[in-house]
């Protein structure tokens, strides 16, 4: 009997009319709100175009040897800021030293055998000059019936012999002339060789990546630590078809997964003029086999616009960037 009273007693309570508003307003007012979520949506899809595959980039200068060598001294720490024309690192430069002088005494070697080869020239051209014109003296008088022919003979030898010395002296002149050129060039190279031991901060910047330390023998080549500068940009790969309406000058807001509160300004700089798999190593080769259409993504190079050294905005760092393209 109570369990009946009760069942009366709930339905006499749902069909209240503050029972039945309620069930038709709380649906409508969220259908509403749904709907005007949608189409604040797709307006802003339109005028806004955003990815979440994007990070910062710069330029990261790699510090290699031109010279091998033991480090002599290491002037950096990790993460130290150096300018344009520091000092960085010094290469023991005692080899590269003995070798410059080395050459450069050998230049001097090449530079008075020269002297000597030169007054040989002068020397032997002066007998030919003699023997000449002795030849041509008792040629014309062996030719009057005046000289025996063993005196032209004699002379005609002297002639040929002369020659043959003037004409080797000159050799020997043009090869030590070019040796000296070639020890010039040496030379030059040992200069250079040596003032590579010291190597020389080529931008304003901050150590990275640092795996050298004093004592170390480096080879030609090795990276040792790297160079990066302040000037920071973003590198955000959009999809194909966000791109219709893109294109640069356009308005950016940029959020940096480091400052979640903070959007930076920035601007489109510039578009790739190629996909990133196709600019990739090893390309994707689409005619081959069965084939999946993927979207492809394009790069887009976005610059700040506002001063960021005051934030630790790093090369790899996570972005949002969202262009205005309408």
């Known amino acids: 009997m109570e369990e009946n009273k009760a069942e009366d007693i709930t339905e006499v309570e749902d069909t209240r009319p503050e029972y039945t508003k309620k069930r038709v307003l709380v649906p409508s007012i969220t259908a509403v709100i749904f709907l005007i979520c949608g189409i604040f949506y797709s307006v802003h899809a339109v005028y806004y175009k955003s990815t979440d595959d994007a990070f910062i980039e710069g330029h990261v200068i790699t510090i290699a040897p031109r010279v091998a060598g033991p480090v002599l001294k290491l002037n950096i720490e990790d993460n130290q800021d150096v300018k344009k024309g520091d000092l960085l690192l010094e290469i023991d430069p005692?080899?590269?030293?003995?070798?410059?002088?080395?050459?450069?005494?050998?230049?001097?070697?090449?530079?008075?055998?020269?002297?000597?080869?030169?007054?040989?020239?002068?020397?032997?051209?002066?007998?030919?000059d003699f023997a000449q014109a002795d030849f041509d003296r008792y040629s014309q008088m062996y030719a009057k019936g005046i000289s025996s022919k063993q005196d032209y003979d004699s002379s005609l030898n002297k002639l040929t012999a002369a020659q043959s010395n003037n004409k080797s002296a000159k050799a020997r002149y043009d090869e030590i002339n070019a040796s000296i050129k070639r020890l010039e060039?040496?030379?030059?190279?040992?200069?250079?060789?040596?003032?590579?031991?010291?190597?020389?901060?080529?931008?304003?910047?901050?150590?990275?990546?640092?795996?050298?330390e004093q004592g170390n023998y480096v080879q030609v080549a090795q990276p040792m630590f790297a160079i990066v500068p302040e000037q920071m940009w973003i590198v955000a790969n959009f999809k194909?078809?966000?791109?219709?309406?893109?294109?640069?000058?356009?308005?950016?807001?940029i959020k940096i997964d480091t400052y979640g509160g903070k959007k930076f300004n920035g601007e489109v700089d510039s578009i790739q003029r190629s996909t990133g798999a196709r600019a990739s190593l090893f390309p994707p080769e689409n005619a081959v086999g069965s084939y999946v259409k993927i979207v492809q993504r394009v790069p887009v190079k976005i610059v700040f616009k506002e001063d960021i050294t005051q934030y630790n905005i790093v090369p790899g760092m996570s972005?949002?960037?969202?262009?205005?393209?309408?």
């Open 94 to 128: 005692n080899d590269y030293d003995a070798k410059l002088r080395e050459t450069r005494a050998k230049l001097e070697e090449a530079k008075a055998a020269l002297v000597n080869t030169e007054n040989q020239v002068t020397k032997t051209l002066s007998d030919l």
């Open 240 to 253: 194909e078809t966000q791109l219709a309406n893109m294109k640069p000058g356009q308005p950016v807001k």
């Open 185 to 212: 060039a040496e030379v030059e190279q040992d200069e250079l060789n040596l003032s590579y031991t010291k190597i020389y901060a080529p931008s304003d910047g901050k150590i990275t990546n640092r795996s050298v």
């Open 319 to 326: 972005v949002v960037p969202e262009v205005k393209v309408k």
